[in-house]
């Protein structure tokens, strides 16, 4: 029964991950306004039904790389050894995870530049952040428990503090990759970007 629901588990993640790709470079082909669901199943050897399984929308499919990024990223930080501080968590679950091949380097670089071109895109990558942000602040709260319901009030709200604060180290950090036409080392800049917001959380 687990070998059966495992095939299964990773039947449906291979397609999830052709449906993305195809969306992607049909994204780049053609434009993303000129790209239809129906296209993007054709594509990927679906129907629009089985499209509709998947994603709620186009949008959804070109950026579904970025969900599973965040998703992976909130999962790390919560992995990280309890003696590390919170930012340095954050920051090590990011280095951990940087594009190691071209090809998820170029699907980055497609998804940023594409929801900065495109308002439906942007306010949909941005509601992902939304929701990031929400897990992470709960996340590092809870890093930060203690006995007193004072201080995990106030630590609640740095926690927020803190969450957004990374969110915008990685906007920044994109964006100085991406306006370097990717001659930059992306681990340097992540680097030097949260350094620049560390004092607060170290």
């Known amino acids: 029964m687990e070998s059966t629901v495992g095939l ?5 993640a291979a397609t999830r991950r052709a449906v993305h790709e195809a969306a992607l470079r049909l994204t780049v082909e053609q434009g993303f306004d000129a790209v239809t669901v129906e296209a993007v199943a054709d594509a990927a ?6 499209f509709s399984n998947y994603f709620a929308t186009k949008e959804d499919a070109v950026l579904w790389g970025d969900e599973r990024y965040l998703n992976e990223l909130v999962a790390a930080f919560r992995a990280r050894p309890a003696e590390e501080t919170a930012w340095t968590a954050l920051r090590t679950a990011v280095l951990d995870r940087l594009p190691e091949s071209g090809a998820q380097e170029w699907e980055t670089l497609v998804r940023t530049r594409m929801a900065l071109r495109h308002p439906a895109l942007l306010a949909r990558q941005l509601a992902k952040y939304a929701a990031l ?10 890093r930060w428990h203690t006995a007193d319901a004072d201080a995990d009030v106030d630590a609640a709200l740095d926690a927020g503090v803190m969450a957004s604060a990374f969110l915008v180290a990685l906007r920044i950090t994109m964006r100085r990759w991406i306006e370097s036409d990717l001659t930059h080392n992306p681990r340097e800049l992540v680097v030097d970007t949260m350094n620049r917001l560390a004092r607060p959380f170290v």
Not at 8 to 12: F, G, L, M, S
């Open 133 to 142: 942000e929400a897990e992470l602040t709960q996340a590092i709260t809870e």
């Open 8 to 12: 299964r588990e990773r039947k449906k």
């Open 45 to 50: 050897g679906i129907s629009r039904r089985t």
